[in-house]
């Protein structure tokens, strides 16, 4: 069974950094396209990053140069590593699996505030 | 960057209609195109993938169509489960986007 947990949410202050983890069993994160999407309280699907198989790493807009992707094959871990947190990047942080996103986590909080 | 536009932002519709939501492409996209079903304090579900395949355990009441920029995502006979938040979303980039959401409501 696919499964994925994310975890490392939390409230953090601006301009501050956090790692966020999505643990991963059921099949190899190297093996297929993971994605971090985001949703603000209140408002719509963001899609914020892919990693794909091959290592290749893509990012929304607003979030590049601040956000890192990476996996750990040997935790069969995806991580979003956050740098600069900003208020408007609050939102529940999901990661989600595949080319169309089939599978996703239950979602992990973060709150940019002061 | 691909930009996706939905179509109404808020439906309101009864039980046993037919509805349908749109979604544009600011460019072709194919049919790398997906929808899901959001309802309050849940996780997304993909209903439909490549534009018009059934997801696996999907009611056959959804359906997808459309390529190029121009799609659209109808349910036949409107359910009290289906009352929710559907979003479409590209893939046919390196960086996918998300339609703004079209709420169903009960009218």
């Known amino acids: 069974e696919v499964q994925l947990v994310e975890s490392g949410g939390g409230l953090i202050q601006p301009g501050g950094s956090l790692r966020l983890s999505c643990a991963a069993s059921?099949?190899?994160?190297?093996?297929?396209?993971m994605s971090w999407v985001r949703q603000a309280p209140g408002k719509g699907l963001e899609w914020v990053s892919v990693?794909?198989?091959?290592?290749?790493?893509y990012y929304a807009d607003f979030v590049k140069g601040r956000f890192t992707i990476s996996r750990d094959n040997s935790k069969n871990t995806l991580y979003l590593q956050m740098n600069s947190l900003r208020a408007e990047d609050t939102a529940v942080y999901y990661c989600?699996?595949?080319?169309?996103?089939?599978?996703w986590g239950q979602g992990t909080l973060v709150t940019v505030s002061s | 960057d691909i930009q996706m536009t939905q179509s109404p932002s808020t439906l309101s519709a009864s039980v046993g209609d037919r509805v349908t939501i749109t979604c544009r492409a600011s460019?072709?996209?194919?049919?790398?195109l997906a929808w899901y079903q959001q309802k309050p304090g849940k996780v997304p579900k993909l209903l439909i993938f490549?534009?018009?395949s059934l997801e696996s355990g999907v009611p056959s009441r959804f359906s997808g169509s459309g390529s190029g920029t121009e799609f659209s995502l109808t349910i036949s006979s409107l359910q009290p489960d289906d009352f929710a938040t559907y979003y479409c979303?590209?893939?046919?980039?390196?960086?996918?986007?998300f339609g703004q959401g079209t709420k169903v409501e009960i009218k």
């Open positions: 059921g099949f190899t994160v190297s093996s297929d396209y």
């Open positions: 490549k534009a018009s």
């Open positions: 989600a699996r595949g080319w169309a996103f089939g599978y």
């Open positions: 990693i794909y198989g091959g290592g290749s790493t």
């Open positions: 460019q072709s996209i194919s049919s790398w």
């Open positions: 979303q590209q893939y046919n980039s390196d960086s996918r986007t």
